[in-house]
T-cell receptor
Framework: GAVVSQHPSWVICKSGTSVKIECRSL??????MFWYRQFPKQSLMLMAT?????????EQGVEKDKFLINHASLTLSTLTVTSAHPEDSSFYIC????????????FGPGTRLTVT | AQKVTQAQTEISVVEKEDVTLDCVYE???????LFWYKQPPSGELVFLIR??????QNEISGRYSWNFQKSTSSFNFTITASQVVDSAVYFC????????????FGTGTRLQVTL
């Protein structure tokens, strides 16, 4: 149990285009989802926290207009990178929390974004 | 503000050696959680352990053991008789406030186990 999926697992897009990444909790309801970003050989940095049905809370330094997060249902959150640039190339990881299971976070497998 | 320091960037050992990965944390909160995660080359984070700030008992799980010492703000991870499959990046993480929510990760330690 407690499986989180991400789609796509990798994506290549051209500079200036937008790309959407989905994060799904497959066997539980996620009241909260988190989005992390990991540059090559670096640590995970929290980008934002999203609660179902409300606006995401972004960490300092993260552009909310560039990284649009939607958490429209208890099993799905999306991260849209708008007008992507090569510096947005990174590994994006989501995690989901199910309060009925305690407050543990379950991580997705990640999405590798390459912007050319 | 919270901070997690993993001073060891990379460690290389020969199979069957024991290896300890260091983790030092900083927080002013008295209630917090500490975690270790493994990230193999595939990228997916694998949860290893979670420990709350009120439980200083050391823990052993198979070849893995953890030493939590509040006096030195450390939460070190030891792999006994390392194996090639242990090769990965290991992250220590911290969350405060009584819930395992906002995680602050260390910079990770890359462990390479060779034959």
């Amino acid at each position: 149990g407690a499986v989180v999926s991400q789609h796509p697992s990798w994506v290549i897009c051209k500079s200036g285009t937008s790309v959407k990444i989905e994060c799904r909790s497959l066997d539980f309801q996620a009241t909260t989802m988190f989005w992390y970003r990991q540059f090559p050989k670096q640590s995970l940095m929290l980008m934002a926290t999203s609660n179902e049905g409300s606006k995401a809370t972004y960490e300092q330094g993260v552009e909310k207009d560039k990284f649009l997060i939607n958490h429209a249902s208890l099993t799905l959150s999306t991260l849209t990178v708008t007008s992507a640039h090569p510096e947005d190339s990174s590994f994006y990881i989501c995690s989901a929390r199910d309060l009925s299971r305690g407050d543990e976070q379950y991580f997705g497998p990640g999405t590798r974004l390459t912007v050319t | 503000a919270q901070k997690v320091t993993q001073a060891q960037t990379e460690i290389s050992v020969v199979e069957k050696e024991d290896v300890t990965l260091d983790c030092v944390y900083e927080t002013r909160d008295t209630t917090y959680y500490l975690f270790w995660y493994k990230q193999p080359p595939s990228g997916e984070l694998v949860f290893l352990i979670r420990r709350n700030s009120f439980d200083e008992q050391n823990e052993i799980s198979g070849r893995y053991s953890w030493n939590f010492q509040k006096s030195t703000s450390s939460f070190n991870f030891t792999i006994t008789a390392s194996q090639v499959v242990d090769s990965a990046v290991y992250f220590c993480a911290l969350s405060v406030g009584g819930t395992a929510s906002k995680l602050t990760f260390g910079t990770g330690t890359r462990l390479q186990v060779t034959l």
